[in-house]
Nanobody
Framework: EVQLVESGGGLVQAGESLRLSCAAS????????IGWFRQAPGKERERVGC????????YYVDSVKGRFTISRDNAKNTVYLQMNSLKAEDTAVYYC????????WGQGTQVTVSS
């Protein structure tokens, strides 16, 4: 059974940092890209970025470039989203998802940035 479990969300002040984790199981981890998405209240879910499988190449949406970094530890079946210089508009529920066209989703973790 495929499982994706996010953790690390919380309440921070603008300018601070958070690191989210996505622990995966139930599939051959390094064969698959993992994406990070977010959904703010009243808005559609948007892709934040994605990291490829074994190569670990990452890309990001323009609004987070230079502030967010996606990495993966294939030995731990975990993908990370390091978020620096957080802004109020980064407030959202953050999800990780399996594949470049997501087929499985985690339950999400809330990130709240106070200004």
């Amino acid at each position: 059974e495929v499982q994706l479990v996010e953790s690390g969300g919380g309440l921070v002040q603008a300018g601070e940092s958070l690191r989210l984790s996505c622990a995966a199981s139930g599939f051959t981890f390094d064969d698959y890209a993992i994406g990070w998405f977010r959904q703010a209240p009243g808005k559609e879910r948007e892709r934040v970025g994605c990291i490829s499988g074994s190569e670990g190449s990452a890309y990001y949406v323009d609004s987070v470039k230079g502030r967010f970094t996606i990495s993966r530890d294939n030995a731990k079946n975990t993908v990370y989203l390091q978020m620096n210089s957080l802004k109020a508009e980064d407030t959202a529920v953050y999800y990780c998802a399996l594949g470049s066209t997501p087929t499985y989703w985690g339950q999400g973790t809330q990130v709240t940035v106070s200004s």
